[in-house]
């Protein structure tokens, strides 16, 4: 076949889509009027209610603040009081009756006497022999 009848039939079967492509949309019916006006109202209730969370938590930072330093100010108070029982009880702390060096001292006197007890039970009643034996 020659080329030109299948572009003839090819521009043919283009035409209706080139013709479908260029009407007009169709007007916005009352539904899609309706709709819009909704979509309007609700963004404009939401931008709204961004303002308001905005200015609560501002609200709230500034409250906060306030209650965190009343907080710290009794903590602080509290710190001091406590320094101050701490001071106390030392100060009134009896001295340990003995030191670091005497209690290593009694230490070592116990188990030596411990030993010298242990050794005259475990020898008990017997009696050894003073001879030597060959």
Do not use: C, Y
Not at 30 to 42: C, F, P, S, V, Y
Not at 79 to 99: D, R, T
Not at 108 to 116: E, F, N, Q, T
């Amino acid at each position: 076949m020659r080329p030109g009848p299948w572009s003839f039939l090819f521009a043919l079967l283009l035409l209706p889509l080139g013709l479908h492509a260029e009407q007009t949309p169709p007007a916005p019916s009352a539904a899609a009027t309706a709709e819009q006006a909704q979509i309007d109202a609700l963004q404009q209730r939401l931008a709204t209610s961004e303002q308001q969370r905005e200015a609560l938590g501002a609200e709230l930072q500034a409250s906060g603040g306030e209650r965190e330093s009343a907080l710290s100010q009794r903590l602080h108070q509290e710190n001091q009081h406590l320094k101050l029982q701490l001071k106390k009880n030392q100060a009134v702390a009896p001295e340990p009756l003995l030191g670091d060096q005497q209690q290593w001292f009694v230490v070592g006197a116990g188990a030596a006497l411990l030993g010298v007890i242990l050794g005259a039970l475990l020898r008990g009643n017997r009696r050894s022999r003073r001879e030597w034996i060959n």
